[in-house]
């Protein structure tokens, strides 16, 4: 049984972008094929939440060989998208220095529950959990078409 969403997705306004592509280059090092994260919807400081999407495109880098006829989403490259995220979050939340780096130091608990197509929005949702001056951690959720697809912690670090 799938764990609860950890956002009520009935109450955030996706038409509402709180940090799309120019406002994400100032948070995020990231560029080119490895931009996985097309917008922020919702920032919350206080309930230490975010949620951001990532239009799955037809001419996404892995489209032509992961699976040659059946293009699915790489397991890999939905907790990149859940970590540019959580990244974002804590960035702002810390009132960092845009141009430094947090960069993995783990996952725990992974699991994928469904499959992500071209053609898709994959809905992340961010929840901080442990937020220190170098290491973080954040339970992270993706979610296509009202059904959770993978979850897992991401632990960050500064480096």
């Known amino acids: 049984m799938p764990p609860p969403l ?6 955030v306004d996706f038409n509402h972008v709180e940090a799309g592509r120019e406002v994400l280059n100032t948070f995020l ?6 931009e996985q994260l097309d917008a922020v919807v919702k920032y919350d400081r206080e309930t230490k ?50 141009g430094r780096f947090i960069g993995f130091a ?13 053609g ?4 992340l949702l961010s929840k901080n959990t442990d937020l220190r001056a170098r290491t973080s951690r954040c339970q992270a959720q993706g979610v296509v078409n009202g059904k959770l697809v993978f979850e897992g912690e991401i632990l960050g670090m500064a480096v």
């Open 29 to 34: 090092q990231q560029r080119f094929e490895m």
């Open 106 to 118: 783990g996952l725990e608990h992974v699991r994928f529950r469904g499959t992500v197509l071209p």
């Open 6 to 11: 950890l956002v009520d997705l009935a109450t």
């Open 49 to 98: 939440i975010a949620v951001g999407y990532k239009d799955v495109r037809t001419d996404e880098f892995w489209v032509r060989g992961h699976i040659p006829g059946r293009p699915l989403m790489p397991g890999v490259i939905m907790i990149e998208a859940a970590a540019q995220l959580s990244t974002y979050w804590i960035k702002r939340a810390l009132g960092d220095d845009p």
């Open 120 to 123: 898709d929005r994959l809905i």
